[in-house]
C-alpha cells in the first residue's frame, strides 16, 4: 500500500485536462459530453463519457481493492481521510472557481461549500464502528461487529455537489468499503479533480471517480459487482434506481426530493426573521432538497411577511455567480431551467397572483425570484417540488389545519417551525412527518445528526453513526467462554 499522504499532493491543473479516476489512473474516452456553465448556457470543458467497458475496469479495481483495503485498520482509514481532507482544504479557492463556474454558485457559497465538505470529511472520520455486546455470561460473549459491504457506488446530483460526494466517500472508505463515484453529468468538473487530488491518499482502485451520460447511472445500478447504491437525487430516479437494485437486493440509500413546510406562527418578530426565511427558501437559488418550498404564513402577519420578502426579492443580486456582488445565480442546468419557467408559466395561466423579484441577466439559466401570493393547496406550485426560486406564501388560521396541509405530500423531507413560544414549536415539530424539523432556523445539518427523508423523500440515512452503519454488513459472533 502506497504511504503518499506523507507527501505533496500531485500538480494538477484545475482548468483543463478532465480525466475520470480508475484504479489509481487517468481514464479518457474518445467521446465527450460538454460542460455548461449556466450563468452563460455556453459549453467550456468536456469531459469524458464512460461506457460499459470504463464501468467494468472501475468496478474491477475497486474489487481488487476491496480485500487490502478492509484490512487496513480502521485508524490507518481515518488517517487517510483526513488526508484527503487536508488537501481539499489547500485546493478550496481553486476548486470554488471551477465550482462556480460549472454548477453558478456565487463564489462565497462555492467556497462555502468546499470547505463544508472539509470539515464533514474530518468529523465524519472520527466516528467509530461500535462492537456492541449484546450478551456477555459464563458461557459465552455475543459481539455484534459491523464489516464493509463490498463495492459501492455512489451516485450524486447537481445541486451540491462536492458535500454529497463527501457524505458518500467518507462513510463509505472509513468503514472498508471501496468506492465507485459518479457525479451528475451537469456538474462533473470538481468531482473529477477530486478523484485526481486524492489519487496518492487512497491506494489504488479504493476511490474511482467515472462520469458519463444519462445512460451511465442504469448501468451502474444494475451492475452485478456492486453490493450497496448510495444514491441522492430525485424521488422519480429513486425509484428506478430502488427497482434496479431489487434484482439483486443490492443495500441501497435513497435521499430524494422535498416539497418542505415552513410554519410561521402569528407571534413571530417578523423583521428580524425575514432575511432567513428568505435565504431559507432561495439560496443556492432554491436548489436544496431541504429548502423551504411551501411558506406557510399565519393571516395575521401574513401581509407582513409576504411584503418584507418581496422587498428582499426585489433587492437581491441575482447575477452571473463569477462577477463581484452577485447573491444569487443562475438554475443550474437548462431542462431544470425549463421546469421552473413551467411551473411559473402554470401559476400565471392559472390566475395566481405572482409576485417577482428584481431584474435577472439575459443569457444563461436564469429566473426571477417569485412569490405566489396565498394560492390554492392544489395549485402545482403547491404539489409539486419546484427545484427553483419560485415560493408559494399560504395563509393559515388554526393549527391543526396548517399541520394536516403540511402533512399532505408524498414528500417527507425537512421542515420549520417559527414562534417564539419553544414549547407550541415543539409540539408542531412533533406532528410533522418529516425526517428533520427545525425550529426558527433552517437548514442545518451536522455531521453527527442522521438526515433521513420520511415518506418517498428517502429510504435509509446519511449522516451520524446510523449513517455510518449504512455502509456495513452486521455480524454476530457468537464466542464461548470455554472451548
Ligand atoms: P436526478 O435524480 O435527475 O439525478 C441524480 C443523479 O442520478 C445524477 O447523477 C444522474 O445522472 C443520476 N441518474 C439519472 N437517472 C438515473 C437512473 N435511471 N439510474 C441511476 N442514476 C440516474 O436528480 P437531480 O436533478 O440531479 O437533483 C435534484 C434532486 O435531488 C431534487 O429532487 C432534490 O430534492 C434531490 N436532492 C436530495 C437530497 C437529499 O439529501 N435528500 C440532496 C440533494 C438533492
Known amino acids: 500500500m502506497s504511504d503518499a499522504t506523507a507527501t505533496s499532493p500531485p500538480v494538477v491543473d484545475l482548468e483543463a485536462g478532465y480525466v475520470m479516476t480508475i484504479a489509481g489512473r487517468p481514464v479518457t474516452t474518445a467521446a465527450t459530453l460538454p460542460v455548461v456553465n449556466p450563468a452563460t448556457g455556453q459549453p467550456f470543458a468536456h469531459v469524458p463519457n464512460a461506457g460499459p467497458a470504463e464501468l467494468d475496469a472501475a468496478v474491477a479495481a475497486a474489487r481488487e481493492a476491496f480485500p487490502g483495503w478492509r484490512a487496513t485498520p480502521i485508524a490507518e482509514r481515518r488517517r487517510r481521510l483526513k488526508a484527503a481532507a487536508d488537501i481539499l482544504e489547500a485546493h478550496a479557492e481553486s476548486l470554488a472557481r471551477l465550482f462556480t463556474r460549472e454548477q453558478g454558485r456565487p463564489i462565497d457559497g462555492a467556497k462555502g461549500e468546499i470547505l463544508q465538505a472539509v470539515y464533514w470529511m474530518r468529523a465524519g472520520?472520527?466516528?467509530?464502528?461500535?462492537?456492541?455486546?449484546?450478551?456477555?455470561?459464563?458461557?459465552?460473549?455475543?459481539?455484534?461487529?459491523?464489516?464493509?459491504?463490498?463495492?459501492?457506488c455512489g451516485i450524486v446530483p447537481w445541486n451540491f455537489p462536492i458535500t454529497l460526494a463527501v457524505w458518500k466517500i467518507t462513510p463509505a472508505l472509513l468503514a472498508g468499503n471501496t468506492l465507485v463515484l459518479k457525479p451528475s453529468p451537469?456538474?462533473?468538473?470538481?468531482?473529477?479533480?477530486?478523484?485526481?487530488?486524492?489519487?496518492?491518499?487512497?491506494?489504488?482502485?479504493?476511490?474511482?471517480?467515472?462520469?458519463?451520460?444519462?445512460?451511465?447511472?442504469?448501468?451502474?445500478?444494475?451492475?452485478?459487482?456492486?453490493?450497496?447504491?448510495?444514491?441522492?437525487?430525485?424521488?422519480?430516479?429513486?425509484?428506478?434506481?430502488?427497482?434496479?437494485?431489487?434484482?439483486?437486493?443490492?443495500?441501497?440509500?435513497l435521499e430524494l426530493g422535498g416539497n418542505d413546510a415552513a410554519i410561521v406562527m402569528p407571534d413571530v418578530d417578523v423583521d428580524a426573521i425575514?432575511?432567513?426565511?428568505?435565504?431559507?427558501?432561495?439560496?443556492?437559488?432554491?436548489?436544496?432538497?431541504?429548502?423551504?418550498?411551501?411558506?406557510?404564513?399565519?393571516?395575521?402577519?401574513?401581509?407582513?411577511?409576504?411584503?418584507?420578502?418581496?422587498?428582499?426579492?426585489?433587492?437581491?443580486?441575482?447575477?452571473?455567480?463569477?462577477?463581484?456582488?452577485?447573491?444569487?445565480?443562475?438554475?443550474?442546468?437548462?431542462?431544470?431551467h425549463r421546469r421552473v419557467l413551467e411551473l411559473i408559466d402554470d401559476a400565471?395561466?392559472?390566475?395566481?397572483?405572482?409576485?417577482?423579484?428584481?431584474?435577472?441577466?439575459?443569457?444563461?439559466?436564469?429566473?426571477p425570484i417569485t412569490l405566489v401570493d396565498n394560492p390554492p393547496d392544489n395549485a402545482r406550485v403547491v404539489t409539486?417540488?419546484?427545484?427553483?426560486?419560485?415560493?408559494?406564501?399560504?395563509?393559515?388560521?388554526?393549527?391543526?389545519?396548517?399541520?394536516?396541509?403540511?402533512?399532505?405530500?408524498?414528500?417527507?423531507?425537512?421542515?420549520?417551525?417559527?414562534?417564539?413560544?419553544?414549547?407550541?414549536?415543539?409540539?408542531?415539530?412533533?406532528?410533522?412527518?418529516?425526517?428533520?424539523?427545525?425550529?426558527?432556523?433552517?437548514?442545518q445539518a451536522t455531521p453527527f445528526t442522521p438526515l433521513a427523508g420520511h415518506k418517498q423523500s428517502g429510504f435509509g440515512v446519511e449522516n451520524g453513526l446510523p449513517g455510518l452503519l449504512e455502509f456495513t454488513q452486521p455480524k454476530a459472533i457468537y464466542i464461548p467462554k470455554q472451548a
Open 125 to 152: 472520520a472520527d466516528l467509530d464502528l461500535p462492537v456492541e455486546v449484546t450478551e456477555d455470561t459464563p458461557q459465552r460473549r455475543i459481539e455484534v461487529r459491523h464489516e464493509p459491504l463490498g463495492v459501492v
Open 348 to 367: 400565471r395561466a392559472n390566475g395566481l397572483t405572482l409576485l417577482e423579484g428584481g431584474p435577472v441577466p439575459e443569457g444563461g439559466y436564469f429566473v
Open 186 to 253: 451537469f456538474t462533473p468538473l470538481c468531482t473529477l479533480k477530486l478523484g485526481e487530488l486524492l489519487v496518492d491518499v487512497f491506494p489504488p482502485g479504493v476511490l474511482n471517480v467515472i462520469c458519463g451520460d444519462d445512460a451511465l447511472g442504469p448501468l451502474m445500478t444494475t451492475h452485478p459487482g456492486f453490493a450497496k447504491i448510495s444514491f441522492t437525487g430525485s424521488t422519480a430516479t429513486g425509484r428506478k434506481v430502488m427497482e434496479a437494485a431489487s434484482r439483486d437486493l443490492k443495500r441501497l440509500t
Open 274 to 336: 425575514a432575511q432567513q426565511l428568505f435565504f431559507g427558501a432561495f439560496f443556492n437559488t432554491a436548489q436544496i432538497c431541504v429548502a423551504t418550498k411551501r411558506l406557510y404564513v399565519h393571516e395575521d402577519i401574513y401581509d407582513a411577511v409576504r411584503d418584507r420578502l418581496h422587498a428582499l426579492a426585489k433587492a437581491v443580486t441575482v447575477g452571473d455567480g463569477a462577477q463581484q456582488g452577485a447573491v444569487l445565480g443562475p438554475i443550474q442546468n437548462a431542462p431544470q
Open 384 to 443: 409539486e417540488e419546484a427545484f427553483g426560486p419560485v415560493l408559494p406564501l399560504l395563509k393559515f388560521r388554526d393549527i391543526d389545519d396548517v399541520v394536516a396541509r403540511a402533512n399532505d405530500t408524498e414528500y417527507g423531507l425537512a421542515g420549520a417551525v417559527w414562534s417564539k413560544d419553544v414549547d407550541t414549536a415543539l409540539d408542531v415539530a412533533g406532528r410533522l412527518e418529516t425526517g428533520t424539523v427545525w425550529i426558527n432556523q433552517n437548514l
